[in-house]
């Protein structure tokens, strides 16, 4: 078994659409356009199980400062998982050639890294593939992270009446307030209010370059949604940005904005409705990591979905991690680089 | 619900054995040296008098932690909820505890009057080191332990079950304040996976493995989800006249794990002999031995098993004889699960990349489990101290009185 190099887009693209668990993260246009902005260089890996591929891997490399990186995904792009995609043929085999597979593909993607000599090597993976033994065995720190799903193959009925009953009541009365939902391919509205949230220095977390967002909803119109709601004055409610691609994915939202009505629920809560109608089978919602979110979201009654995040560094990654997190990301941040 | 009003009234493990007692209406106690002052304080926090378990000022509090001294309050818990384990029962807690020298707490976490969850913690202090465990170091015997949640909770929408195991955190954070650890690890068995509240409080966290099977197919989907040479190979046994009888003694169990994990190229050291006989003895309903028998009678496996909620294959035999037997043993267990009306069959070993090959055979869906931890400097270094030094099989024989 050998990890190869890809450089067809239709191969890999065919191989994500037709996985179960492959995102919008995971294609082509997606992974070069995440390369080209955070100037790291992409090595679209597939493993090859005879002249079948089991499993493609997206992996970018980065040398910073003497440092050498490699990530799947790069830091500061918003993409919460990324890794290794599975094939569907995976999904269908018995335990015993599940492990054996996986540690055939660990191994020569293993040896694809090692070839990169990289001081830092950082991966999260998608919900889906929470195997990561090979991983752990090769002393690497392993982390698990959380994110929430709601189940969208039940009636709608039961989904609102699994809502909390507070929830219920605010959405009631949104509902009769005159909202209007719009979907567009505008970011404008939606960078604006994320940047000036963000520019908080007290919550250290940059946003997302605006070219890069907009590179991004340029080539996947149809998958990357803006949604804005509108009061009956046409001010802006909320907005959040989603992607539609195999899951309804609520991608990135603004923070609260003062208005009378609860529009982040109500917005959300019409997403829901809306990926329901459309025939998405789940509705993630990111976010379940963060302590100051958990109570808004967990109101929506989701599934807590886990997913893991691994890790390995030498003492100059280890360094230059702390390094990073200290200084670097703050003077990129003020410095409106990031 | 369990009331507090009673936690209180039987204060050991119902036999009288050793460990610390809390009579609130003697006003005796007896505990450990070491702990002896953290329970008086506790008792005095509560404001214990005879008769009276529970200052009526603190009834309507939201969050209390405290120690469930009552047996029978502990195990009504485990029995009612849907995940606690064997391991987790007063009984095996207490025997525990009296092999080991640790000392057993069972704390119990209430909002209001009612008991929301429960944690058995292991303490022990020793050269000036603070240890709290759940499990205590068992060489695997107990492979998780930790915090077991109410009914309640399985069935809560997702906020409930947020806020109560916040409670729950908090109320173990208030335990773990009091007891001052330099080192504390928690090893929560499968299925609680939402460890969040620790991750936010600053815990290192480690990812584990286990197998389970799920037993509500058929036998007849069950045998064709193992692997196909797998299949061969358990035919070959049957036609060989190979059979499973139940033993009522330890000791060909024993013996036959104790030589080979002795042998110098594994020199792996095991739990006493009457820790597993204190074990049998207290759960012989729920705690099984069984020998693999060739045609003519001669032992070719021996293996344990935990019977209660989930039929756990618990401690095994190594090979007898170089013989791939023990897969014939495990077919025959996994069939006596699913005639038992088991609905999962647990086969732990999916950490250690010499046996996950062998157990994957079986087509089993992995579990997995979380281990929290954290540790200030001297925790660091007992730590190191641990791995490095007392755990060489030569000086852990020696140090640790509960390991032959």
């Excluded at chain 2, 493995?209 to 040479?229: R, V």
Aim: net charge neutral.
């Amino acid at each position: 078994m050998t990890a190869i190099r890809v450089d067809d887009r239709a191969t890999w693209d065919t191989f994500i659409d037709e996985s179960p668990s492959g995102l919008l993260f995971h294609k082509w246009d997606y992974l070069h356009l995440t390369a080209k902005h955070t100037k790291s260089t992409l090595l679209p890996y597939a493993v090859y199980h005879g002249d079948e591929p089991i499993c493609v891997f997206p992996l970018f490399c980065r040398r910073i400062h003497g440092i050498n990186a490699v990530f799947s995904p790069p830091p500061l792009t918003v993409i919460p998982h990324l890794g290794c995609v599975m094939s569907r043929k995976f999904g269908e085999f018995k335990q015993s050639k599940k492990e054996s597979l996986l540690g055939m593909a660990a191994k020569s993607i293993r040896e694809e890294i090692l070839d990169l000599s990289p001081n830092y090597l950082s991966i999260a993976f998608v919900p889906e593939f929470n195997d990561i033994r090979h991983y752990l065995w090769d002393r690497c720190d392993a982390r698990v992270r959380y994110t929430y799903t709601i189940n969208l193959e039940r009636s709608l009925e039961e989904i609102w009446s699994n809502l909390h009953y507070k929830l219920r009541n605010k959405l009631k009365k949104a509902a009769k307030a005159g909202l209007r939902l719009e979907k567009s391919g505008d970011v404008s509205t939606l960078y604006r209010l994320i940047s000036d949230r963000y520019r908080d220095p007290s919550l250290d977390i940059p946003p997302i370059k605006r070219d890069y967002l907009e590179d991004l909803v340029h080539a996947y119109p149809d998958r990357i949604g803006i949604y804005s709601l509108y009061d009956a004055q046409d001010e802006t409610v909320a907005v959040v940005a989603a992607h539609e691609y195999k899951r309804f994915l609520l991608w990135m939202g603004t923070p609260r904005i003062e208005t009378v009505h609860a529009g982040n629920e109500y917005l959300q809560w019409l997403l829901i409705e809306r990926a329901q109608a459309e025939g998405y089978r789940t509705f993630e919602n990111m976010g379940a990591n963060n302590p100051d979110l958990v109570f808004f979201k967990s109101r929506f009654n989701p599934d807590l979905t886990m997913y893991f995040e691994i890790e390995k560094k030498d003492a100059l990654g280890t360094v230059s991690e702390w390094a990073y997190l200290t200084f670097f990301k703050k003077l990129m941040t003020a410095a409106d680089r990031v | 619900m369990q009331s507090r009003d009673s936690r209180l009234q039987t204060p050991d493990d119902g036999e009288g054995r050793e460990g610390y007692r809390v009579s609130p209406a003697a006003g005796a106690l007896r505990a450990p040296p070491w702990l002896r002052q953290s329970l008086s304080i506790y008792l005095r926090l509560q404001e214990v008098e005879p008769g009276r378990s529970v200052p009526a000022g603190r009834r309507n509090n939201s969050l209390a932690v405290e120690i469930v001294a009552d047996r029978e309050i502990w195990d009504s818990f485990i029995d009612a909820g849907p995940s606690g384990l064997l391991f987790h029962k007063w009984d095996f807690l207490t025997i525990t505890q009296r092999h080991t020298g640790y000392a057993f707490l069972p704390y119990g976490i209430y909002k209001g009057e009612e008991l929301v969850a429960v944690c058995p913690l292991f303490c022990r202090q020793a050269n000036g080191i603070s240890v709290v465990l759940s499990p205590p170091p068992m060489q695997a015997v107990i492979p998780y332990l930790g915090v077991v949640m109410g009914r309640e909770y399985a069935t809560a929408k997702q906020s409930k079950k947020e806020s109560m195991l916040q409670l729950m955190a908090d109320g173990i954070g208030e335990a773990v304040r009091d007891l001052a650890p330099n080192y504390l690890s928690m090893t929560f068995a499968p299925g609680f996976h939402d460890i969040r509240p620790f991750i936010w409080d600053g815990y290192l966290t480690r990812i584990n493995y286990s197998y389970a099977i799920d037993l509500a197919p058929p036998l007849e989907t069950l045998w064709g989800n193992l692997n196909a040479k797998l299949r061969t190979s358990l035919r070959r046994f049957e036609k060989d006249g190979y059979y499973l009888e139940e033993g009522d003694s330890l000791t060909r169990f024993y013996e036959t794990v104790r030589q080979r994990f002795s042998h110098p190229e594994m020199d792996i050291p095991m739990i006493t002999r009457d820790y597993f006989e204190d074990i049998f003895h207290a759960y012989p309903d729920h705690a099984h031995v069984y020998h693999l028998y060739d045609r003519d009678g001669d032992l070719k496996g021996v293996g344990t098993t935990l019977e209660y909620r989930r039929y756990i294959l618990w401690v095994g035999g190594p090979k007898i004889n170089g013989t791939s037997a023990n897969e014939y043993l495990q077919w025959c267990l996994l069939r006596d699960a699913k005639a038992k009306g088991f609905s999962e069959f647990e086969n732990t070993g999916a950490n250690n990349p010499n046996l996950n090959m062998h157990k994957a055979k079986y087509n089993p869906d992995l579990a997995i489990f979380f281990e929290v931890s954290r540790k200030d400097g001297v925790g660091r270094v007992a730590e190191w101290a641990y791995s490095n030094i007392v755990n060489r099989p030569l000086i852990k024989r020696r140090v640790v009185p509960y390991i032959r």
